[in-house]
């Protein structure tokens, strides 16, 4: 018996023709959301009427998809709407609330004021409304264009107990928020999304991935889509808040994330890493775009597709002394994230990750890797364990969750007849949950939006490769 059992319980693909249908709006969000169109947009529309600079610039500043011959690529499902959410609190006060994990048992809260005199001061504690804790930390802002950011702040906060739930507060005003910090130890359960976007479909992978508690939240890439245009950087902020202020959100970068510009923004990630530093420093990284971190039994390593992968670069040194360091008995589960997949058969983004497949593969397969997450082509899609393009009982499980909803919308086309590597795939949006048991089990499912409603529609449980007779030998300490 190898180290997969397909106790999977998959339901057929839908027929294409019910997911053309244009499906039923979602009765009601939790995320607020205002209706009206995003400013930005207005005042480009009326600038139009002037000259050809302008022009110029407001097409610029638009969103992608008008630019974009993406979009004409794939006959996909009907994206719904992007929702544009707005700031009603004062100016002072924090929005666009995040957190995630900083070592062991620290977590970094990020917030936005629009006030440049609000201190970055986090109270916190056990209690609601009593913070026997405060804690100070920093603050940064960036330009892009015509636009600044307003004052973007980062406290790092602990040592925080395990399993435990903390109350605290932003810079000393605003509203109270809570969260819970994950388990010493397995189990640990984590949320896995990629490509989220902010549009209606959005709202419901987020409403159902809540419905049932987690513990950390796993983005592999493509977080907001604004794509230069940097208020919906701030919308999404917002839009994610309440998910995001009560859960660890551990991510890394998507192209969607890029926003170079020649001569003036050429190595970019401007936005992304003013409002998204990941703990990379304390995984020996040098860079915002690829680092590791543990968590109960797990090692998750964040890589990076779009910095460079090759074996001469700072990426494949660090992810080789990484996984150096990973001891299987503390973490017997070993993971990675990275956004354009190694493995595809839908036509969508064809060969993209082939580059980074051939540099870090080796890497991965010789560490034994459990798991790989990828994101970027709009579906959902699970793979047998492989080897260099082969099945290998000793290889990560490739999955693809490019499918949090963005304004793109899916790719329905997958490649005929399927490869016998691909064993699940559908073009759906939805979300994944692995639910890691202990240091042999683990459980995997995803959760096709069927609109209103989460549906589990594949899901299988999977051993972990430090305990398989076959693949793991403790004494292989050369690798
Ligand atoms: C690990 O979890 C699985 C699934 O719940 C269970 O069947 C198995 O007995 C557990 N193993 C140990 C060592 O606890
Ligand atoms: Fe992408």
């Avoid at 999977?8 to 009206?36: G, W």
């Avoid at 839009?239 to 991510?251: G, N, Q, T």
């Avoid at 499980?397 to 490019?402: F, N, P, S």
Wanted: net charge negative; hydrophobic share 35%; aromatic share 12%.
């Amino acid at each position: 018996m190898y180290s997969i059992s397909f106790l999977m319980s998959a339901t057929p693909l839908y027929k294409s023709s019910s997911i053309l249908k244009n499906p039923k709006p979602e009765a009601q969000f939790t995320v607020r959301h205002s209706n009206k169109e995003n400013p930005i947009m207005e005042k480009c529309k009326s600038f139009l009427v002037f000259p050809l600079l302008i022009n110029v610039l407001c097409l610029f500043l638009l969103p992608q998809p008008i630019l974009s011959n993406e979009l004409n690529e794939f006959t996909r499902q009907p994206p719904r709407r992007v929702i544009f959410t707005t700031h009603d609190r004062s100016e002072s006060d924090p929005q666009q609330v995040h957190i995630s994990l900083v070592g062991q048992d620290h977590v970094k809260v990020s917030w936005i004021t629009e006030d440049k005199h609000a201190p970055s001061t986090v109270e916190y504690g056990t209690v609601s409304g009593e913070y026997s804790e405060k804690a100070r930390g920093h603050h940064t802002s960036y330009q892009y264009f015509l636009y600044s950011s307003a004052k973007i702040h980062h406290v790092s906060i602990g040592p925080l107990e395990p399993s435990t739930t903390y109350f605290y507060r932003c810079g000393g005003s605003g509203p109270e928020f809570s969260f819970k910090t994950p388990p010493a130890d397995l189990p640990i359960e984590f949320v896995v999304v990629g490509d989220l976007g902010q549009t209606e479909w959005t709202a419901s992978t987020l409403k159902h991935a809540d419905s049932e508690d987690y513990d950390v939240f796993l983005l592999p890439g493509d977080l907001s889509y604004a794509d230069t245009h940097q208020p919906l950087w701030d919308s999404f902020g917002r839009f994610v808040e309440p998910y995001a202020s009560r859960r660890p959100w551990m991510v890394t970068e998507g192209n969607h994330e890029i926003e170079s510009f020649p001569t003036t923004y050429p190595n970019s990630f401007t936005a992304f890493n003013a409002r998204w530093p990941m703990p990379f420093k304390e995984s020996g990284s040098t860079s915002n775009l690829y680092y590791s971190f543990e968590v109960a039994g797990a090692h998750i390593l964040m890589l990076g597709s779009y910095t460079d992968f090759g074996v001469d670069s700072d990426q494949y040194e660090w992810l080789q002394a990484d996984l150096a360091r990973v001891d299987r008995s503390k973490t017997p589960w070993l993971i990675a994230l990275l956004h354009a997949p190694w493995y595809n058969t839908n036509t969508a983004h064809q060969g993209e990750g082939e580059g980074m497949r051939r540099a870090m593969e080796d890497l991965l397969y010789n560490a034994r890797v459990d798991l790989v997450f990828a994101g970027h082509v709009h579906a959902y899609e699970r793979f047998t364990r492989i080897y260099n393009n082969k099945p290998d009982p000793c290889g990560p499980m490739y999955v693809t969750i490019g499918d949090g909803g963005n304004r793109e919308g899916l790719a329905l086309k997958f490649k005929n007849p399927a490869s016998p590597l691909s064993v699940y795939r559908e073009p759906s949006f939805g979300h994944g949950r692995l639910r890691i048991a202990n240091e042999t089990d683990a459980h995997w499912s995803w959760h096709r939006n069927n609109d209103a409603d989460a549906v589990e529609a594949d899901n299988l449980w999977i051993h972990s490769l430090s305990s398989s007779r076959e693949c793991w030998n403790p004494s292989r300490d050369e690798l």
